[in-house]
């Protein structure tokens, strides 16, 4: 497979790995109500730093979660301004820090920092994407054929899902030597080669169309059996399963002319489509006996599961200026908003289901929040939305416009109804490790206790037990102890056993030292890790 080389590339392939994780800091809660010092324990979140640390911030907890990111990074113009910020340990990268990268005839190295800056990003939010999530990513033609390189890369070439072509509203080049463009460009990755759009209001043309008499109602469908090349069990074994007809009896894939065949979809995929309501169950003719047979429906509350990759119909970036002015009643200070009718569309292909994760680490004026609300007043839902900003305005405007959505705002027959929700918003914090890799003491001790539990459990929720003062909590039938104090060495021993009052079939015990044997350690199924050596550097 093709790759792509640039100067600095072998310095920031692993750099994510060298990003300290920092520690999220609360500074105010809002809600309907208004904004609140107090921790609301919304799920909602706006950070305000550099994307690149916020992600690694949000990797314990969230690893494998988000089921949609949109992403709007600097399209690498010339003209935008933007920074070099991320600390690479290398001469040729450190003498970029804080320089405003400019036109190509300015510094030759434009796209090489662009590239530089984006790779670590992208790696952190393939981690973060969830296997059944994609990721959407804007940009124009200064930087489209580089960024598809690197996320094939990243991503994997087979998880390339296509390019949407935007029609922005406005021409770009007229001033120069080359053609202007009136588009750009949404690259679509997937976690999985089996990733199902979703569908989109039907049209009257919809309706006409597919209006069907049966009670398939308003879709197409396709057999769920995989058909033509490939299609034998042994082409994807993985794809052979059996699952439950209408009468309760257990159905494999099998071709019409006898052999083992494979569904379209690996099983994870089709209970998701159970779920959805994506399975359409039909009596058919096979081998002369009556049976029933699985389809899947094509048309999930509207239009195809394939989405048109040419969007004209969207007001452009115009629109979406004139809408943030609408609700921040000042000029927006963004050149290329996207408009929100333009996220709506992307969490309605992503299928984002009512209790997922949307995720915007280039946050701009808020437009993802904007859409996710708006999503979640419509049809009821609980889809939970976090916003990354490294701008001074992450609070004034970000997060402002986001209050404004929520209670309302216009005036008059202008007056748009709020959204009704909540948010926290968060500033990074402090490293969790020094750089020799000990606890940082000026991080609070439940921040540390949060990034162990996350670690080991894979991002489950963390809920603090008041009764027992060093227990973590239970998962998988293991008790997790966290012994550690600020001020003193901690040793396992006997005394410290007495205080464990957790019934498990094993422990898990953090302390900086261990006086048991390992017979003692095998007697109770315990595993003991040292502080700090063995707590997971992710």
């Given at each position: 497979?093709?790759?792509?080389?640039?100067?600095?590339?072998?310095?920031?392939?692993?750099?994510?790995?060298?990003?300290?994780?920092?520690?999220?800091?609360?500074?105010?809660?809002?809600?309907?109500?208004?904004?609140?010092?107090?921790?609301?324990h919304?799920?909602n979140?706006?950070?305000?730093?550099?994307?690149?640390?916020?992600l690694?911030?949000?990797?314990?907890?969230?690893?494998?979660?988000?089921k949609?990111?949109?992403?709007?990074?600097?399209?690498?113009?010339?003209?935008?301004?933007?920074?070099?910020?991320?600390?690479?340990?290398?001469?040729?990268?450190?003498?970029?820090?804080?320089?405003?990268?400019?036109?190509?005839?300015?510094?030759?190295?434009?796209?090489?920092?662009?590239?530089?800056?984006?790779?670590?990003?992208?790696?952190?939010l393939?981690?973060?994407l969830?296997?059944?999530?994609?990721?959407?990513?804007?940009?124009?033609?200064?930087?489209?054929?580089?960024?598809?390189?690197?996320?094939?890369?990243?991503?994997?070439a087979?998880?390339?899902?296509?390019?949407?072509?935007?029609?922005?509203?406005?021409?770009?080049g007229?001033?120069?030597?080359?053609?202007g463009?009136?588009?750009?460009?949404?690259?679509?990755?997937?976690?999985?080669?089996?990733?199902?759009?979703?569908?989109?209001?039907?049209?009257?043309?919809?309706?006409?169309?597919?209006?069907?008499?049966?009670?398939?109602?308003?879709?197409?469908?396709?057999?769920?059996?995989?058909?033509?090349?490939?299609?034998?069990?042994e082409?994807?074994?993985?794809?052979?399963?059996?699952?439950?007809n209408?009468?309760?009896?257990?159905?494999?894939?099998?071709?019409?002319?006898?052999?083992?065949?494979?569904?379209?979809?690996?099983?994870?995929?089709?209970?998701?489509?159970?779920?959805?309501?994506?399975?359409?169950?039909?009596?058919?003719?096979?081998?002369?006996?009556?049976?029933?047979?699985?389809?899947?429906?094509?048309?999930?509350?509207?239009r195809?599961?394939?989405?048109?990759?040419?969007?004209?119909?969207?007001?452009?970036?115009?629109k979406?200026?004139?809408?943030?002015?609408?609700?921040?009643?000042?000029?927006?200070?963004?050149?290329?908003?996207?408009?929100?009718?333009?996220?709506?569309?992307?969490?309605?292909?992503a299928?984002?289901?009512?209790?997922?994760?949307?995720?915007?680490?280039?946050?701009?004026?808020?437009?993802t929040?904007?859409?996710?609300?708006?999503?979640?007043?419509?049809?009821?839902?609980?889809?939970?939305?976090?916003?990354?900003?490294?701008?001074?305005?992450?609070?004034?405007?970000?997060?402002?416009?986001?209050?404004?959505v929520?209670?309302?705002?216009?005036?008059?027959?202008?007056?748009?109804?709020?959204?009704?929700?909540?948010?926290?918003?968060?500033?990074?914090?402090?490293?969790?490790?020094?750089?020799?890799?000990?606890?940082?003491?000026?991080?609070?001790?439940?921040?540390?206790?949060?990034?162990?539990?996350?670690?080991?459990?894979?991002?489950?929720?963390?809920?603090e037990d008041i009764?027992?003062?060093?227990?973590?909590?239970?998962?998988?039938?293991?008790?997790?102890?966290?012994?550690?104090?600020?001020?003193?060495?901690?040793?396992?021993?006997?005394?410290?056993?007495?205080?464990?009052?957790k019934?498990?079939?094993?422990?898990?015990?953090?302390?900086?030292?261990?006086?048991?044997?390992?017979s003692?350690?095998?007697?109770?199924?315990?595993?003991?890790?040292?502080?700090?050596?063995?707590?997971?550097?992710?």
């Amino acid at each position: 497979m093709p790759t792509l080389d640039w100067i600095g590339k072998d310095k920031v392939i692993n750099h994510h790995k060298d990003v300290p994780y920092k520690v999220l800091e609360r500074k105010y809660s809002f809600d309907e109500s208004g904004m609140h010092k107090e921790d609301i324990h919304s799920n909602n979140m706006i950070i305000h730093g550099d994307n690149l640390e916020a992600l690694k911030s949000l990797l314990p907890q969230y690893e494998g979660k988000i089921k949609c990111i949109y992403i709007d990074p600097p399209y690498n113009t010339g003209n935008e301004g933007w920074i070099y910020n991320d600390n690479v340990n290398d001469p040729k990268i450190k003498k970029w820090l804080g320089e405003v990268v400019g036109k190509e005839g300015e510094d030759l190295s434009r796209h090489d920092k662009w590239l530089c800056m984006m790779y670590p990003r992208l790696v952190l939010l393939q981690k973060l994407l969830a296997d059944d999530g994609a990721i959407f990513i804007s940009i124009d033609d200064n930087e489209k054929d580089y960024l598809k390189l690197i996320c094939n890369e990243i991503f994997g070439a087979n998880y390339y899902m296509g390019t949407i072509v935007r029609a922005t509203g406005q021409t770009t080049g007229q001033d120069s030597s080359g053609l202007g463009s009136s588009f750009d460009y949404v690259l679509v990755y997937s976690k999985s080669c089996d990733y199902i759009f979703g569908g989109l209001p039907l049209t009257e043309h919809d309706l006409k169309r597919f209006k069907n008499e049966d009670d398939r109602g308003n879709y197409a469908y396709d057999q769920l059996r995989k058909t033509g090349s490939n299609d034998r069990r042994e082409d994807r074994p993985n794809m052979y399963y059996a699952i439950i007809n209408p009468d309760g009896e257990e159905l494999y894939p099998t071709a019409t002319a006898g052999y083992d065949s494979r569904w379209r979809v690996e099983k994870k995929t089709y209970n998701k489509l159970v779920e959805d309501d994506l399975i359409f169950w039909k009596k058919t003719k096979r081998n002369n006996e009556e049976v029933w047979w699985p389809y899947v429906k094509y048309y999930a509350e509207g239009r195809t599961k394939r989405p048109s990759p040419l969007w004209t119909e969207i007001e452009g970036n115009k629109k979406a200026s004139r809408d943030v002015k609408s609700i921040l009643g000042v000029d927006c200070k963004f050149d290329y908003p996207k408009p929100i009718e333009m996220i709506d569309r992307i969490l309605k292909i992503a299928s984002v289901g009512k209790e997922d994760i949307v995720l915007d680490s280039f946050a701009g004026s808020g437009t993802t929040a904007h859409a996710v609300l708006n999503m979640n007043k419509s049809d009821g839902g609980n889809r939970k939305f976090i916003l990354v900003e490294m701008g001074d305005y992450a609070d004034t405007i970000t997060a402002e416009r986001v209050k404004r959505v929520i209670n309302g705002y216009g005036e008059g027959k202008n007056a748009v109804e709020g959204t009704g929700g909540n948010f926290s918003y968060y500033e990074l914090g402090n490293p969790l490790f020094m750089q020799d890799g000990t606890i940082n003491d000026e991080v609070d001790i439940t921040e540390v206790r949060k990034y162990v539990w996350y670690t080991e459990t894979n991002g489950i929720e963390y809920k603090e037990d008041i009764q027992e003062k060093y227990f973590l909590g239970s998962y998988n039938d293991t008790a997790y102890y966290f012994y550690y104090e600020k001020d003193r060495v901690t040793i396992l021993d006997y005394e410290f056993l007495t205080s464990v009052h957790k019934k498990e079939q094993a422990y898990v015990i953090y302390a900086d030292s261990c006086a048991l044997s390992d017979s003692d350690l095998q007697k109770w199924n315990i595993t003991f890790k040292k502080i700090p050596r063995d707590i997971e550097h992710i």
